[in-house]
């Protein structure tokens, strides 16, 4: 965040002495004035939401620049709005959730710490543009921390700033269509009894695919393979363009010590038929207390309230009695089998 904030302030004090008010930000509607007002307003709003942990709505309050206040004010406001959010994003526990409209109604720090980020670096580009200052190019890694957290349904491109620009309708990729309307997304969240299903963003699942733990804290002895296969599926469909976030990996998070104890998810979207196929796996020290179980009930329930949606299916290998229980307690049933594979259903 400070990083954002820094490169911000740095790119628009280069325009500071240029009029604001009389000048459009870029295609937007805005002077370069109130676009400078409205970073420092989603940069406190974000903080406020976070620290007050508000869980239905905004907090209502905001802030206004003081009438006398020059561009250098706009400024100081934006930083001190950044270090406010920037304070908040690193005290609040990491499985705090508070409210933000799209598309789930919540997002945690990781979240906050990516829409702030986003509205920094989109809005100093669009005053810069606006002002005809050279043109902004940030750090490509803050606008890659952006898609990666945030943009998870946007194929990567070559370039983080220029795919980041082009899925918010503020510039052009070769081979796509120009992007009207766009929208960021949280990852997905589901709760159950004990556990918390959180959406594995494409950064997250990057890093549990080559060893690494995915910004989870994890009983012992961490990831099973499993774990780590699903999440280099993930990536991989990040990577081609197909990832839809609720469609996709889940780590279950134990509520009462903000464990992570293994992962869920759904090989893909649902297909034609309103066919989805679900998998699991959990980490060897947290087998045996019914989370598996626990956790596809949720999920494959969630799957069949889904408009479209029929038929939730299981591949379990023959051997693996353990996770053949743990479908039939959730109320699957043996429809076929393929050699050493067994196909259970659930059905809506």
């Not at 406010?84 to 609040?92: C, G, H, K, M, V």
């Not at 479908?327 to 089998?337: L, Q």
Request: hydrophobic share 40%; glycine share 12%.
């Amino acid at each position: 965040m400070e990083e954002a904030v820094a490169d911000c302030v740095a790119a628009l004090g280069a325009v500071a002495d240029r009029d604001w008010e009389g000048v459009r930000a870029g295609r937007l509607e805005w002077s370069c004035r109130r676009t400078a007002a409205h970073i420092a307003s989603d940069l406190i709003a974000y903080a406020g939401q976070l620290a007050g942990r508000a869980q239905d709505a905004y907090v209502p309050f905001d802030i206004t620049l003081d009438q006398d206040a020059g561009n250098a004010g706009a400024l100081e406001t934006i930083t001190t709005a950044g270090a406010l959010l920037a304070a908040a994003i690193r005290t609040t526990p990491r499985a705090v959730r508070a409210f933000h409209p799209y598309p789930f109604r919540h997002a945690n720090r990781e979240g906050f710490a990516a829409m702030g980020v986003a509205e920094v670096l989109l809005h100093t580009h669009d005053v810069v543009e606006g002002l005809g200052g050279t043109p902004y190019e940030p750090p490509a890694a803050l606008a890659s921390f952006v898609l990666t957290r945030i943009f998870p349904q946007v194929r990567p491109g070559p370039d983080p700033w220029r795919t980041l620009l082009w899925a918010t309708g503020r510039g052009d990729l070769p081979g796509r269509e120009p992007v009207t309307t766009w929208r960021w997304c949280n990852n997905p969240v589901l709760r159950t009894g004990r556990l918390t299903l959180e959406g594995v963003t494409p950064a997250a699942a990057a890093d549990l695919a080559v060893g690494g733990e995915g910004g989870f804290a994890w009983v012992d002895p961490g990831p099973f393979e499993g774990t780590r296969e699903g999440a280099g599926i993930t990536v991989k469909q990040y990577e081609e363009g197909l990832l839809r976030p609720e469609w996709s990996m889940y780590a279950l998070v134990r509520r009462e010590d903000d464990r992570a104890v293994g992962a869920m998810g759904f090989h893909g979207a649902p297909d034609d038929d309103g066919r989805v196929e679900i998998g699991y796996d959990l980490s060897e020290g947290a087998r045996g207390r019914g989370y598996a179980t626990e956790a596809l009930r949720a999920l494959s329930g969630w799957a069949l309230e889904q408009d479209g949606v029929r038929t939730v299916v299981a591949t379990v290998e023959r051997e693996n009695t353990p996770s053949q229980n743990v479908v039939a307690r959730a109320g699957f049933t043996r429809v076929s089998e393929d050699g050493s594979l067994l196909v259970y259903a659930l059905r809506g």
